[in-house]
């Protein structure tokens, strides 16, 4: 399976993003996903995942209220829409499955929160 994230940018601090990823692969309709954020000097992290079906979420906790994770299994993608960003949200952003696959980090997309 392919995952390709985009949408990243710079913003300022109270500004919003909408992140897409788009998946290849049927496999991906019955997958739990998940935005995973890597900012700096810090380990990579899930942020926000999403069932298969789309029923059930989660979110870390300095993000909850402020991001919204969605998919569309008819057109293989996942969303993350960010709004209220803090220079903190910065780092680079990724879309894998929950629990990753090893071969499933793409490129990420940069998200930058500054003035």
């Known amino acids: 399976v392919q995952l390709q994230a985009s949408g990243g940018g710079l913003v300022q601090p109270g500004g919003s993003l909408r992140l897409s990823c788009a998946a290849s692969?049927?496999?991906?309709?019955?997958?739990?996903m998940g935005w995973y954020r890597q900012s700096p000097g810090r380990q990579r992290g899930l942020v926000a995942s999403?069932?298969?079906?789309?029923?059930?979420?989660t979110y870390a906790d300095s993000v909850k209220g402020r991001f919204a994770i969605s998919r569309d299994n008819a057109k293989n993608t996942l969303s993350l829409q960010m709004n209220n960003l803090r220079p903190e949200d910065t780092g680079v952003y990724y879309c894998?499955?929950?629990?990753?696959?090893?071969?499933?980090w793409g490129q990420g997309t940069l998200v930058t929160v500054s003035s």
């Open positions: 894998n499955a929950v629990p990753s696959w090893s071969n499933g």
């Open positions: 692969g049927s496999i991906f309709k019955v997958t739990h």
């Open positions: 999403l069932s298969a079906g789309g029923s059930s979420s």
